[in-house]
């Protein structure tokens, strides 16, 4: 049976550190109630020349080298990204030109948070389906982009980086072994951007009143992610015939340390089987499985042969799981 591993990882995050002390000087916040509530102490922010493409590319010529692959062994591309650099052509478009990859297909996946989980399994499931060998996926943002930092609600959240991983076609029995994504729409209040797209375009009215910064109200996203994390985890694992303790490492959506820590104790996973990032990045919304992904594997976390959970969600709500033998 085909399947998809992964063979090289490459991340990247902006220069410029913003610390919770920075962050105390522009809202009405603490270093205190940030890390209690979150788990954040800093995060990384483009500075105004850089946009997502830029990102995405860095992180993919680190994956593709230490791949041992050059742009040209590409067969499709898929970025997932709530920020892409422009509405369209898709970012995709645009780090296959800046690679210099083969006129390959190329798109974009707009799953908010999700993206990470989304680009993955999608790319994934192109090369079981036997139609691409290699399949170069990335998870790319520049949410302070369309952050607002008068909002103390998100402000201290929300962050920069972009992550890549290059997936090849395996039969060696390692690789993905199954994923499920999901979406329920009826949340879709609960995160968004209001301003910009069919539904209410771009005005002066509507950047005078900042609706082109992403609304949420945190409290209730809270609650249902723990229970997307939960029962998609869950189920995944329950169809495979997986325990809780079969598994060697969790790669959980960098959103929140207290939503990583309630949905591992409710799937049984104790926390030194977790990878945490969020304290040193923040919520890098489809980057951030990617960025956690690569650390695990550049510090030696994951080894050749561990059993892998990864998880994301976000705004949408739209989340899944997959289940990666490394
Ligand atoms: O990728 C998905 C993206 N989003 C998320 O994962 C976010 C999910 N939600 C969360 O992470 C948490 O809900 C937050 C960190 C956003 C907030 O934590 P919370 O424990 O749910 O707090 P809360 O929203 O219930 O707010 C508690 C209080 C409120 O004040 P009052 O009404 O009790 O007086 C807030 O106004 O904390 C206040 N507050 C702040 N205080 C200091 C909200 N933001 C801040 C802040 N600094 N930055």
Redesign the pocket.
């Known amino acids: 049976m085909t399947r998809a591993r992964i063979i090289g990882m490459g991340a990247y995050a902006p220069k410029r550190v913003l610390s919770n002390a920075d ?1 105390e000087r522009m ?4 270093d205190e ?2 890390v209690q ?2 788990g954040i102490r800093e995060r990384r922010i483009v500075d105004e020349s850089e946009a997502t493409s830029d990102l995405a590319v860095r992180a993919a010529h680190q994956a593709l080298e230490r791949a041992n692959l050059v742009p040209e062994d590409i067969d499709f591309i898929v970025v997932g990204t709530t920020t892409p650099d422009m509405f369209f052509p898709s970012t995709g478009n645009i780090v296959q030109h800046r690679l210099g990859c083969r006129r390959v297909g190329s798109v974009d996946v707009l799953a ?2 999700a993206a990470s989980i989304y680009s993955l399994i999608i790319g994934a499931r192109f090369i079981e389906a036997g139609k691409y060998r290699r399949v170069l996926c990335i998870g790319a943002e520049t949410l302070s982009r369309i952050t607002d930092f008068t909002d ?7 962050a920069d980086a972009a992550g890549a991983a290059v997936l090849e076609a395996t039969e060696d029995g390692s690789g993905f072994l199954d994923g499920d994504l999901y979406s329920d729409g009826q949340y879709w209040d609960l ?1 968004y951007m209001p301003a910009g797209g069919s539904r209410m375009p771009a005005t002066a009215e509507t950047v005078a009143q900042r609706q082109h910064y992403a609304k ?1 109200k ?2 209730e ?2 609650k249902v ?1 723990v229970r997307m994390f939960v029962e998609s985890t869950s189920a995944l694992l329950d169809r495979h015939g997986v325990k809780a303790q079969d598994v060697d490492i969790f790669i959980p ?1 960098q ?2 340390l ?2 990583i820590e309630a949905a591992a104790k409710r799937v049984g996973l104790p926390m030194e089987k977790v990878f945490v990032n969020v304290d040193r990045y923040g ?1 890098t ?1 489809a980057a ?1 499985v990617y960025v956690a992904l690569e650390e695990a594997v550049a510090t030696g976390r994951v080894k050749r042969g561990d059993l892998m959970l990864i998880a994301a ?3 949408g709500f739209a989340w899944g799981a997959a289940l990666v033998r490394w």
């Open positions: 962050l809202v009405e916040t603490s109630w940030i509530r979150s908010a948070c103390r609600g998100t402000c201290v959240l929300l995160l949420m945190g409290s996203v809270f992610a959506h959103a929140n207290r939503i919520n919304g951030s969600f976000g705004g």
